[in-house]
């Protein structure tokens, strides 16, 4: 496994570190990984806690494909070297380990949470929904914030303000939940040429999703809305948009 390390105080510059790790049918990058923390270099850093898929945090370009590596076999890279190393696109902060405040600080300005302008009493019961209610959005919540979308993305390489694929999706799957009221709040932030007017459908976050969320089906979906919000803001100036 060739490693890019990356150790602020002794280099100005990363390099490429080999380490010879041992393979197991089970094992995953991610373990091999491990195998370097725990039996050749404890100072090797990178991020990773469920070990299932879920958390998204383990998340790295391996072979210069970005992939999480707890769901991807070492077996299927073989016969290597593995080449492994952090998210395209965001700054590193040491060995694998990337600094994503860029991307928490766009996740936040579409306002992933459900908004409401009144809530009713709590007395009054849960908010209901119909299987076909929820079907329209359940894709979108399955988005774990991994980031390989992002790492995936040529816009966002080139044009650091791009809000990007995953911040924009969940814009959508809180959009089209019926209990949400806040659409218009986010069409605000979302109809500008960093938001959805920035992608050029390359499609590629939608290819290395691990959950299948497909951002870009998202982003199309919203362009459509976002064209006859501008539609209705023109033709009927006066009423509801």
């Not at 105080?9 to 490429?16: I, K």
């Not at 380490?19 to 991610?30: D, G, I, Q, R, S």
């Not at 700054?91 to 809530?119: A, H, N, Q, Y």
């Not at 932030?189 to 459908?201: D, F, K, S």
């Given at each position: 496994m060739?490693?890019?390390?990356?150790?602020?105080?002794?280099?100005a510059?990363p390099?490429?570190?080999?380490f010879?790790v041992?393979?197991?049918?089970?094992?995953?990058v991610?373990?091999?990984?491990n195998?370097?923390?725990?039996?050749?270099?404890?100072?090797?850093?990178y991020?990773w806690?469920?070990r299932?898929?879920?958390?998204?945090s383990?998340g790295?370009?391996v072979?210069?494909?970005p992939?999480l590596t707890?769901?991807?076999?070492?077996?299927?890279?073989?016969?290597?070297?593995?080449?492994i190393?952090?998210?395209?696109g965001?700054?590193?902060?040491?060995?694998l380990?990337?600094?994503?405040t860029?991307?928490?600080?766009?996740?936040?300005?579409?306002?992933?949470?459900?908004v409401?302008d009144?809530?009713?009493?709590?007395e009054?019961g849960?908010?209901?929904?119909?299987?076909?209610?929820?079907?329209?959005?359940?894709?979108y919540?399955?988005?774990?914030?991994?980031?390989?979308c992002?790492?995936a993305?040529?816009?966002?390489?080139?044009?650091?303000?791009?809000?990007?694929?995953?911040?924009i999706?969940?814009a959508?799957r809180?959009n089209?939940d019926?209990?949400?009221e806040g659409?218009q709040?986010?069409?605000?932030?979302?109809a500008?040429?960093e938001g959805?007017?920035?992608?050029?459908?390359?499609?590629e976050c939608?290819?290395?999703?691990?959950?299948k969320?497909?951002p870009?089906g998202?982003?199309?979906?919203y362009?459509?809305?976002a064209?006859?919000d501008?539609?209705?803001?023109?033709l009927?100036p006066w009423?509801?948009?």
């Amino acid at each position: 496994m060739e490693v890019l390390r990356y150790r602020p105080e002794e280099e100005a510059e990363p390099t490429w570190e080999s380490f010879e790790v041992p393979v197991h049918p089970e094992w995953m990058v991610l373990d091999g990984l491990n195998h370097i923390k725990d039996q050749l270099d404890g100072t090797l850093s990178y991020r990773w806690a469920c070990r299932m898929g879920v958390c998204g945090s383990c998340g790295m370009m391996v072979n210069g494909r970005p992939v999480l590596t707890c769901a991807t076999y070492l077996e299927s890279l073989l016969p290597g070297p593995l080449r492994i190393e952090p998210l395209s696109g965001f700054p590193v902060i040491r060995d694998l380990v990337g600094d994503i405040t860029d991307f928490m600080g766009k996740l936040s300005s579409v306002k992933p949470w459900i908004v409401r302008d009144t809530e009713k009493p709590v007395e009054d019961g849960e908010y209901l929904q119909t299987p076909e209610e929820l079907a329209e959005y359940k894709q979108y919540s399955m988005c774990i914030n991994c980031m390989l979308c992002y790492a995936a993305c040529p816009v966002y390489q080139i044009e650091p303000e791009f809000i990007g694929p995953a911040a924009i999706a969940l814009a959508q799957r809180y959009n089209m939940d019926s209990r949400d009221e806040g659409a218009q709040e986010r069409m605000d932030v979302l109809a500008q040429h960093e938001g959805i007017w920035g992608c050029t459908l390359v499609g590629e976050c939608s290819e290395v999703c691990p959950k299948k969320v497909d951002p870009a089906g998202a982003i199309q979906r919203y362009k459509v809305s976002a064209s006859v919000d501008f539609f209705k803001s023109v033709l009927m100036p006066w009423g509801e948009r």
